[in-house]
């Protein structure tokens, strides 16, 4: 019966068209409910319980369902179903070569052809209680901490050899980065504490602050150039207050930013962003500046992922997956941040020709344009003309992203479909 259905499912969620998902981990299937009809679905790549996904500089992408593993190169357009004894618990991860790593309880699988076949990596014989979180810094350099009492290891050599960093570390996943010949670690649980490990000479430094301490752990995040900052929500005042540390210096407070309450904060090389379910915020050194996404569906609850690479994924309601264009670090400069500019394109749908309607000066900065494909696949690009009129009449049919751009950077994004 439809009661047994419901209280015998692990999730529970409503699409957009009012189709209700029910997932029963225990025995890995679906149940999708459309007019009153119950159907048993398998996860499969179209039918996805997503857990995470990755994407590598060699154009590698590895996406980890609730039983699944698929991989394929960016420009490809159907996944390859690599493993079914995935489960919940496991995790992926690229290191910037394009090796795949995939963590489970008591090793590391790991692949050079994308996950096709895998060799093992065993975890630190010294390690009490093998469940592990990884952080893979660097090619060949790994990172591994306990889930439930805190020991941590690194590794130079692919996991040939272990060394213990003699660092406490009070949560399951802390925040690690690999900076020069330092790592860098940053521990929010039981209290703050900034880290770290010089790998040269093994020396460890580490700095605590007690005064963050609250119920609510802080959000912390590290630039490439060994830049901490963290969110912090001070229970008493109701606000989400701002900080930011770097070793040699005091930590310093950067303000109270009411629109960042509920936010995912990541930084893509030396770039401090901060995901909402609507909207997105890039830090200038002083401020957030709002941007809209584009062309992601405004319903559902979304997961937010920067990849090896720093592709921007969005996971929709478990199901739905969605990439950035660009890298989000891609010619960006956070000396002249500004909002993109507001252009409109017709017809749309399109015939043989694309107008654009923009104004006169956002027309004098524009000097180049790319078409996309839904596909994230770059089709055509050219300079931009003060006409505004693009020849769309060589594409197939089908859903096109249409990117203008000012010396390099994004400088606009609409999407058209071409009939």
Known sequence: TSGELVEDSDKMWIDHEGQIYLLNEGKDHYTIVSNGVYEKQFPDINHPDIVSIDEAGNDHQVVLTSNNLFSKATGDDQWVELDSLTTLGYQIQYSPR???YMVREKDILY???NGHSFTTIFLPTEMLIPSVYLEVLDDSILFVVSRFIGENFYSLNNGLDWIETGIGIYVDRPVVKMVG???LIADPGYELRFSKKEITTGETT?????????PFEPVVTILDDGTFYLQSYDIFEDVHKYYRFRFGEALTFLGNYPQLGSVTLASSGNLLYAFSQDKYFLFNGQNFITYDYSNLPNWGNKQFIISE???LYVI???????????????TISTKDLKEYIDFGVFPNPAGDYLFLSLSEDDRQQVDSYEIIDQFGRLISQSPFTMYGTINVSKLTKGLYN???????AIAGIKSFIKN
């Open 316 to 330: 929709q309601n478990q199901t739905g997956l969605y990439r950035s264009f660009e890298p989000l670090s891609f």
């Open 309 to 311: 690479n720093d592709h």
């Open 111 to 113: 692949s050079t052809d």
């Open 98 to 100: 394009g090796d795949l």
């Open 181 to 183: 010949q330092e790592i």
């Open 402 to 408: 249409l990117i203008l751009r000012e010396d390099g």
């Open 206 to 214: 580490t700095e605590s602050f007690d005064d963050l301490e609250g």
